[in-house]
């Protein structure tokens, strides 16, 4: 029988991968794919981040095994597709459900990582490639630049998330304050980034 604990995680990753899946669909839209191409984008952003990180640690892709997850990226991806032809939606709204995707895959993989035992840098860089992953594999294949190359808070608050879980980890603060600080501090971040359209400064070789 689950736990409490495993419910929640369970039902905060398949909501990370229905609002993710979601953001591809509305990319979809506003490129003006077909519904196979934009099923296809959203099922590729919904699971692309969890997926890269379980081949990354040797693990059995989840959903190959147990595809709520695939159904779910199916059912909101064609939802919100279909949806969009009725009405374009808020101008903004792809922005703030990329931001609560990053959010809830940031508490709920840090939280699957944090038993395995790696170096404590190897599982935050994992939680951020699984969080951000799926937003890299969709704006790729629309041929997007990705935010996590553009100079906005995106990896950052990631990164920043995944440490504050860690540390209060460590300091015994149990299960449920670290998932919750993770998620609202990730969230907070990258809205702050959004908001205040904080970008962080570029580098590159000054020219003569």
């Known amino acids: 029988m689950l736990t409490g604990m495993e419910i929640t995680l369970a039902v905060l ?16 839209a506003e490129q003006r794919f077909d519904l196979i191409g934009a099923t296809f984008l959203s099922v590729a952003a919904g699971l692309g981040g969890g997926t890269l990180v379980d081949i990354l640690v040797g693990a059995q892709v989840r959903w190959l095994t147990a595809p709520e997850p695939l159904w779910t990226a199916l059912l909101s991806g064609i939802v919100v597709f279909e949806a969009t032809r009725f009405g374009a939606p808020p101008r903004q709204t792809l922005v703030w459900a990329d931001a609560a995707g990053l959010a809830l895959f940031t508490a709920t993989g840090i939280q699957r990582l944090t038993p395995i035992d790696f170096d404590p840098a190897v599982t935050v860089f994992l939680t951020t490639i699984g969080a951000a992953g799926g937003g890299i594999v969709r704006d790729v294949m629309a041929n997007r630049s990705p935010l996590v190359f553009s100079g906005e808070i995106y990896v950052t608050a990631s990164l920043l998330g995944a440490l504050v879980y860690y540390v209060l980890n460590l300091m015994g603060g149990g299960d449920v304050w670290p998932l ?16 205040f359209a904080i970008r962080l400064p570029p580098g590159g070789i000054g020219q003569s």
């Open 13 to 28: 990753s398949l909501l990370g991968t229905a609002v993710f899946a979601a953001s591809g669909a509305l990319i979809a």
């Open 180 to 195: 919750a600080a993770a998620l609202v501090l990730t969230f907070a971040v990258r809205a702050a980034g959004i908001v």
